[in-house]
């Protein structure tokens, strides 16, 4: 008798094992048992298109389910707005200079240190779902299901473990999908990481069958600043993502049988078109026909295309994050139905925000607000305190803060922060005053030139360089669509000069110290 209790002694402390150095322990507290972790992310789905951040363009019920029983940040914000370079600082906590990716034409070095790779090492079971976009195979991942580089909506190939498949479907359908069955079938004795990412909304925004015909009847009010004039800010004038720049057939869809509506895309939408099924072609062909006949009947141009181009785009747009939006909550419901919700981190975030037509814009890429600033929700029903937070919070510092929360050491080169202070409700001590921003892609589409800039709560300071030497000043509080540079102007000398040697502070601090090199 004495043998077996000894022998259920050691199985018991083997079963534990994975577990107790993903465990975390404050002075006075019981062990807490390692956490799940969720994280979902969409791409280029900007804040102003989610309803709990005070949206009023559509309603996002499932997201703003996770916002409301868990915590919202409201000033958080990338370092590098566009796909490649903010998935990398994502996995690694590092600025994109550091990691390697400064733009999407570059390859992710897969052998350095990231996120998932730490949660593996310490017992978690890790798997990779959907929009993957660094080049490289993931690492640090039991399970991976990847598109292969922007992926397909309709009927899109998967990469499975380096085996590339087809799949007959919409693309965020799949995805979730794919989620739930690696749930189903993973491995239970252990904790589990989830990396769930999403192609919507990306552009060229197609939504899935059924819900072609939401929206139909919204008329969107223009942004304030829709025709923006860029009065001294010349970087913004020269850019190439305006309303003017849509492709007709690839951006509105405006694809007719005869082939007479044509446009520097086309082919490439033919191509996305001809992977549909004929139940799905015709559905598609069906939605789009009025559309079409208007389109080639009205001859539009100036102003009245511009707003026309506009109201198709949020139709669309709006669409596919209506089926990111239901799928989420095909999600969170597993979680409830397993038992799984309540020691589960659910994260909700995009790679980076997105224009909706303010300065007349799509696209992402600028320092400015709408680009920059990206959602951010979480939700842990055992650890986080919820509610709202203002603190300036970046994508650096998703990495650590997963660490942490799962009892795993942060390694020192990463150059985030933990936001478990802050997401427990504890006194967090002091934290940053400024946030850091650098985008290097131009050469490149949409023309927007190479900036580094740093933010505080009120003001902003952005440098434009390379082919341009541009300095734009903003005042948050008095500007907040960023309409009027300071820069340059009487009284605001002392800000400019604080602002400066501030960014200079952080340069050095995140080792970004060879532009002139650039």
């Known amino acids: 008798m ?23 322990v404050r002075p006075g507290a019981q062990k807490l048992i390692a956490p799940n972790i969720l994280f979902i992310m969409s791409d280029d789905h900007g804040y102003q298109a989610i309803s709990c951040y005070n949206g009023s363009l559509n309603q996002t019920p499932n997201i703003d389910r996770i916002a409301k029983e868990g915590i919202r940040f409201d000033q958080s914000f990338v370092t590098n707005s566009i796909c490649s370079p903010s998935r990398a600082v994502m996995l690694t906590g590092k600025f994109s200079h550091i990691n390697g990716q400064r733009n999407n034409g570059e390859v992710f070095d897969g ?15 890790t798997a990779m779902i959907g929009k993957w976009h660094l080049g490289s195979d993931p690492t640090g991942f039991d399970y991976w299901s990847i598109l292969p580089g922007q992926g397909h909506y309709y009927n899109p190939d998967f990469i499975e473990m380096g085996e590339e498949i087809r799949v007959e479907g919409y693309v965020t359908n799949l995805i979730t999908d794919a989620g739930l069955r690696w749930l189903e079938t993973r491995d239970r004795a252990k904790p589990f990481c989830l990396l769930l990412h999403h192609k919507a909304p ?38 190439e993502m305006h309303m003017k720049d849509f492709c007709p057939v690839y951006d509105l869809k405006m694809l007719d ?26 559905a598609w062909e069906q939605a789009y026909g009025v559309e079409i006949d208007f389109y080639k009947q009205a001859s539009l141009e100036g102003k009245a295309l511009l707003e026309w181009s506009y109201q198709r785009y949020l139709e669309d747009y709006l669409r596919c994050i209506a089926s990111v939006d239901e799928n989420i909550g095909r999600v969170l419901d597993y979680l409830e ?4 919700a309540e020691n589960t981190l659910v994260v909700y975030t995009s790679d980076q925000g997105f224009y909706l037509g303010e300065h007349g814009w799509f696209d992402k890429r600028f320092m400015y607000e709408e680009s920059f600033r990206t959602p951010l929700v979480m ?14 919070v970046q994508n650096i510092d998703y990495a650590p803060t997963i ?7 942060i390694p020192e080169e990463m150059q985030g922060e933990s936001l478990l202070p802050i997401l427990e409700g504890r006194e967090k001590g002091e934290w940053r005053d400024a946030v850091y921003y650098h ?9 927007v030139k190479r900036h580094y800039g740093i933010r505080t709560e009120r003001f902003k300071l952005i440098h434009f360089y390379h082919d341009i030497d541009q300095w734009e000043l903003y005042d948050l509080h008095s500007d907040p669509t960023e309409m009027n540079n300071l820069f340059g102007k009487e009284t605001y000398e002392n800000i400019t000069d604080t602002l400066y040697k501030r960014l200079i502070d952080l340069q050095n601090q995140y080792n970004d110290t060879t532009i002139s090199n650039i």
Request: hydrophobic share 30%; with cysteine.
């Open 2 to 24: 004495k043998k077996l209790q000894e022998y259920r002694a050691l199985l018991l402390l083997c079963l534990l094992v994975p577990f107790m150095h993903s465990c975390s």
């Open 111 to 125: 052998a350095q240190l990231t996120f998932p790779k730490l949660l593996q090492e310490a017992g978690y079971q």
């Open 202 to 239: 990306h552009r060229c925004w197609m939504p899935d069958t059924a819900t072609l015909n939401l929206y139909n009847d919204v008329n969107f009010t223009l942004p304030d600043n829709f025709y923006d004039q860029y009065e001294g800010r010349e970087a913004a004038a020269m850019q």
């Open 257 to 282: 049988r005869e082939g007479e509506i044509q446009g520097p895309l086309k082919e490439y939408f033919e191509y996305r078109m001809d992977r549909m099924n004929s139940a799905q072609r015709e």
């Open 337 to 340: 139905k397993k038992g799984l």
């Open 379 to 392: 939700r842990l029903p055992s650890r986080i305190k919820k509610g709202t937070r203002d603190e300036l």
């Open 403 to 409: 660490l942490e929360l799962a009892g795993v050491d």
């Open 439 to 447: 985008y290097y892609e131009y050469p490149g589409p949409h023309s």
